[in-house]
């Protein structure tokens, strides 16, 4: 029995059903690599879900964690506060977009950004309903359930959800849901559901994660700006995946040149360590009273200096452009791929933030899922950590640290190919010519 297997049989006997967990029991990892407990090497396309941007370990994080550890480690910002929680609010109100007075609240994990960022919005506008999109993806607490717009894994079982949440359709060119159709269906909400001066925030991620990196158009977020300008709704964009510079902006909403009022990230910002922070417009994130926002471990204060440490290496580094180079060198390889295997639907994205869906038949565009998880089952037997999304669990995404070396980049990018192949011929039925 090998160490991963036993490791196996005793998360199955000792760890709770509903926390899924894959198969590589982690020993090390370095970069963008990862050594098991049995000694074979990975390579680390999901990132732990796109929040190594900067890579396991960098060492200027690894540096500015240790330099805060030999300080002091908690204190509870609301107890005794400290200069770097104060001065990372400052950073990100800078670094967000918007030219106008900013603030920022730090918490622990993204849906805890999230809610905090539909109470804040609730507080300002004395309302209570909220708009979320089909396909989205905000988190595990009840409020970011019922804003998740996808069942399984996140949904069934756990309701009810709080009320006064409704969800529109969330553009996808490769389904032919245009800007039109799903600009409609917010119409009909607005007819048929809820009272736009009702609506406190309409949430939306700019580029989908969980639900299948689904790029929203710029005309589409053009337009939701312009109906919350028209109607008192605070505009959420919900950046704990997009954001931190994954998709060659700091922020995945500048690509579209849109300014939300309130941002949610996560994920990124820590580079490892658990931090979130929703930062917005200093009138709205002002509403609440003190003693209202908050919790005993946001902001602590070694998730505050690692977050510091990776803006250090953005900048440095120029992770931004990084992402971008990265990005276009995975694209340029599945889009050669996709020409040769039509189960490869669409090649789709932002910057490093790449995805693939996989379909049956390229004329029905009927999802294979079971294509998805052979791809990915290949993939790990050859040494390549990949996650799949998607409502229908038809995509493959691809997440890596935008600090991976080219080198080790290229040799990913291989082995996933191999993959698509092992799993592809393993029912040549299924290939259309
Ligand atoms: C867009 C988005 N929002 C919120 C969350 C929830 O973040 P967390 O898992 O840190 O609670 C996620 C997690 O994947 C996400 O992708």
């Not at 770097?84 to 977009?97: D, F, G, K, Q």
């Not at 909400?189 to 736009?196: A, E, K, W, Y």
Request: net charge neutral.
């Amino acid at each position: 029995m090998t160490k991963s297997t036993d490791l196996k049989a005793r998360k199955t006997a000792a760890v709770a059903n509903g926390v899924g967990a894959r198969g590589i029991y982690v020993a090390k990892a370095e970069n963008a690599e990862v050594w098991d407990v049995d000694g074979k090497r990975y390579i680390d396309f999901a990132a732990g879900i796109a929040v190594l941007n900067t890579g396991h370990r960098h060492p200027t994080v690894m540096a500015a964690v240790a330099r805060q550890a030999e300080a002091f480690t908690h204190t509870c910002f609301h107890v005794t506060p400290y200069e770097s929680y104060v001065a990372l609010a400052e950073r990100l109100n800078t670094l967000t977009p918007g030219n106008f007075p900013k603030k920022t609240l730090f918490l622990n994990s993204g849906a805890e950004a999230v809610e905090n960022a539909i109470k804040i919005a609730r507080y300002h506008t004395k309302r209570s309903a909220v708009i979320a999109f089909s396909g989205g993806f905000h988190g595990r607490t009840h409020m970011t359930m019922a804003l998740t717009g996808k069942v399984m894994p996140y949904k069934r079982g756990f309701g009810p959800f709080p009320a006064e949440i409704y969800h529109a359709e969330f553009p996808q060119p490769y389904r032919a849901i245009t800007t039109d159709r799903a600009l409609a269906d917010i119409d009909r909400l607005f007819h048929g559901d809820v009272d736009p001066k009702s609506v406190a925030a309409i949430i939306i991620e700019p580029v989908q994660g969980e639900g299948g990196f689904n790029v929203a158009p710029t005309d589409f977020l053009r337009a939701l700006r312009k109906l919350c300008d028209e109607h008192g709704i605070i505009l959420i964009a919900d950046e704990v995946q997009g954001g931190i510079a994954r998709t060659g902006k700091m922020f995945s909403i500048e690509h579209a040149g849109v300014v939300p009022d309130l941002v949610t990230m996560a994920k990124g910002l820590g580079g490892g360590f658990p931090l979130s922070a929703v930062t917005g417009r200093a009138s709205i994130m002002d509403a609440a009273h003190p003693g209202g926002l908050g919790g005993t471990y946001g902001g602590n204060p070694i998730c505050i200096a690692a977050a510091h440490a990776v803006l250090d290496v953005i900048e440095a580094e120029g992770l931004c452009a990084r992402a971008t180079h990265v990005g276009q060198q995975m694209r340029t390889h599945l889009e050669a791929l996709a020409r040769k295997t039509p189960c490869i639907g669409d090649v789709r994205g932002l910057g490093a933030m790449v995805a693939f869906e996989l379909v049956k038949d390229p004329k029905t565009k009927e999802p294979d899922a079971e294509l998805t998880a052979a791809i990915l089952a290949h993939a790990e037997k050859r040494g390549l950590i990949l996650l799949s999304c998607g409502t229908s669990a038809n995509v493959v995404r691809l997440l890596a640290p935008l600090t991976i070396q080219d080198s080790v980049l290229s040799e990913g990018l291989a082995i996933l190919s191999a993959a698509v192949v092992d799993a592809y011929g393993v029912d040549a039925a299924r290939a259309v010519a």
